[in-house]
């Protein structure tokens, strides 16, 4: 019996060291798994934080292309606006230019016509008074005698 109860002993020590053995090996197989899942957890955190800040640099990218595209848009609408301008200007220009000629055109017509129409009323007074300086005479005195009646 003696033999059987130091087996037994031996028995029971060997399990007990193997359930020791086997705690020791459970908690470190714990601790690799707990920093296992810290890194992955540290990683998918990484990960979240990097699509983030990709979800951001491609948010920045499509505005500054949008306002890359608006800036150009705007620039062309500009230079469309200044040639507009500009054409307008130069029609005001000759449209004044072409009123100013003939206005002098239509002077010169009209001064033109009251020199000949003046021209031909001395011709006509003259050859019905005579001379101009009688004509002058006859014209100073029709006007003094209207101012008198005025």
């Known amino acids: 019996v003696s ?11 060997d399990v007990a060291e193997w359930q020791t053995a086997l705690e020791t090996d459970i908690a470190i197989l714990e601790n690799e798994i707990h920093e296992q899942y810290t ?9 979240d934080a990097t699509r983030r ?3 951001v640099l491609q948010r920045a990218k499509n505005a500054a292309e949008e306002r890359e595209v608006f800036a150009a848009e705007m620039h062309e609408a500009q230079v469309m606006l200044v040639q507009s301008e500009e054409r307008k200007h130069a029609l005001h220009c000759h449209a004044a230019s072409t009123f100013l000629k003939d206005r002098q055109r ?6 033109d016509s009251e ?5 031909e009323w001395r011709r006509e007074q003259t050859r019905v008074h005579g001379s101009v300086a009688r004509v002058d005479l006859e ?4 006007e003094t005698q209207s101012a008198e009646l005025e």
């Open 3 to 13: 033999d059987y109860q130091t087996r037994v002993d031996a028995a029971q020590r």
């Open 39 to 47: 890194l992955v957890f540290r990683f998918t955190e990484l990960a």
């Open 53 to 55: 800040q990709i979800d």
């Open 106 to 111: 239509l002077q010169h017509a009209q001064f």
């Open 115 to 119: 020199l000949a129409a003046a021209h």
């Open 139 to 142: 014209s100073m005195h029709i």
